[in-house]
């Protein structure tokens, strides 16, 4: 199942669009075919390029936005790392974990577009792994950094 969830998230990545209803993306380098490290992507609108940086099947993905700026997604610096952990038979704990730093004024916007965003995305991974509707187990953790404090934002957990 843990291989299934790495596997899931990779297509919304690559083919999916994880679901979401915007425009699908430019895919500008398919990365490895196993893991998918180094693909990456740009999103139009608004221009934004995602890349894979590191991926270890079927544990975990961290990528991040090569382009933020004022245009296209307001942030100085966003990653991500998307753990996979087997935590019962069938039953897997996704946990993404997103760290970003806003542009002045743009904290609200910023966070309001993530955790929309990403929790469809964990959303989407779980349901194809699982094949079920609602999923199993999803953790969705976002951080804003803003002169080097860290403020942590929680979501609900299901």
């Known amino acids: 199942m843990q291989a299934a969830s790495f596997d899931a998230c990779i297509y919304g990545w690559r083919d999916g669009n994880f679901g979401l209803p915007i425009p699908p993306p430019f895919v500008r380098a398919r990365g ?5 490290q180094g693909f990456e992507l740009m999103r139009v609108p608004p221009f934004l390029v995602e890349r894979i940086s590191e991926a270890h099947r079927p ?26 952990a087997e935590v019962a038979p069938e039953t897997v704990r996704i946990t993404w974990r997103v760290e970003w730093t806003p542009l002045w004024c743009s904290a609200w916007l910023v966070r309001l577009m993530t955790e929309a965003i990403v929790r469809a995305a964990a959303e989407y991974t779980a349901r194809r792994a699982t ?18 404090a860290v403020v942590p934002h929680p979501t609900p957990r299901e």
């Open 32 to 36: 490895d075919e196993v893991t998918a």
């Open 59 to 84: 544990h975990r993905l961290q990528y991040g936005v090569t382009n933020p700026g004022p245009l296209t997604y307001p942030v100085s610096r966003h990653r991500g790392l998307i753990t996979f």
């Open 131 to 148: 094949g079920r509707r609602a999923p199993l187990s999803i953790e969705v953790e976002l951080e804003t950094v803003e002169y080097g």
